[in-house]
C-alpha cells in the first residue's frame, strides 16, 4: 500500500492505518477485512454466521465506506452475500452505521463494528432500513450456499480482494451444521396450513362435512339418545319399581299403626265408661 499518497498527518488517515496494523497482526477467525490499495477509506469485509443459529457456518461478504471524518463519524455498511437478513448491495440500518450517528463512539473501530454486526445477525429486523426476516429454513440454505463461491462486485482489483477473503475465511469456518427441519418450523407450517384451510376450505372437506350432516340421525341431540336406553333398562326399571314400592309400603304400614292405635283407645273409652257405670248401680243400690 502506497502510504505517500496520503497525508499522514490527517487524523482519519493515521486512525485508518493504525487499524490496518491492528487488524493484520491480531486476525479473528470470526471476521476479516482488508481495505482496497486505492481507496483506505474503503474496506472489504467477510463475516462468519455467528454460531447456534441458522447462519452458522455461512461467510457473508460485505463492503465499509468511511466517511473522511473518521472516526468521528461512523461508517456505512453494505452486505453483498444473500443471507436472508440484510438486503444486499443496501447500505444497512445499524446503531453502529451512518444511519444513527448519534450513536457512534470514536472510540469504536472497524473491528468493533464488524463484533456488532455479527451479533445482529439473529435479531429481530423490526422493519429496520435494509433489514430481511426470512424463515430459518431459507437462511439455512442460504448459509451453506454462502460457502460456494465469493459474490462478484466491482472491479477485477476488488474481485481479487473478495476472493482472497473468501479463501481464507473458509479455511476457517466450520461445516455447516446438518439439522432437522425444526420444530418452529413445522409450527409455522401447520399454521400455515391452518390458515389456507380457514380461508379456503378444500372442496373435498367441505363434502365430507355436507355427507356426515346427511347421515346423521334425526334427534340432533345424541346425549338423550344415549340416556333413552338406559331408562328402559331391566337394571333401571327394577330401581325405579323399588323406589316406587317403597312408599307405598310405608302409608300402608302408617295408616294400619293409626288404625291400631284407634281401636285401643276406643276399647279403653268402653272399659273406662263400663266401669263408671257400675260404679253408679252400686251407689243407687245402697
Known sequence: ???????????AVKRILQEIKEMQSNPSDDFTSLPLEEN???????IRGPRDSEFE????????????????KPPSFMLLTPNGRFETQTKICLSISNHHPEHWQPSWSVRTALVALIAFMPTNPNGALGSLDYKKEERRTLAIKSREAAPRFGNAERQQVINEIHEYMLSKAPPVPQVQPSDDHSAESQSDQGNSSAEEPPRDAGDRVIEEAQESPANPNPVLERAEPSRHSPARSEQLQTRVQKPADDRLFTWAAVGLSIAIMVLLFKKIMKSIGHGAVFMDES
Do not use: S
Open 1 to 11: 500500500m502506497a502510504e505517500d499518497k496520503y497525508n499522514l498527518k490527517n487524523p
Open 40 to 46: 483506505i477509506f474503503e474496506w472489504q469485509f467477510a
Open 57 to 72: 457456518g455461512g461467510i457473508y461478504h460485505g463492503r465499509i465506506q468511511l466517511p473522511a471524518e473518521y472516526p468521528f
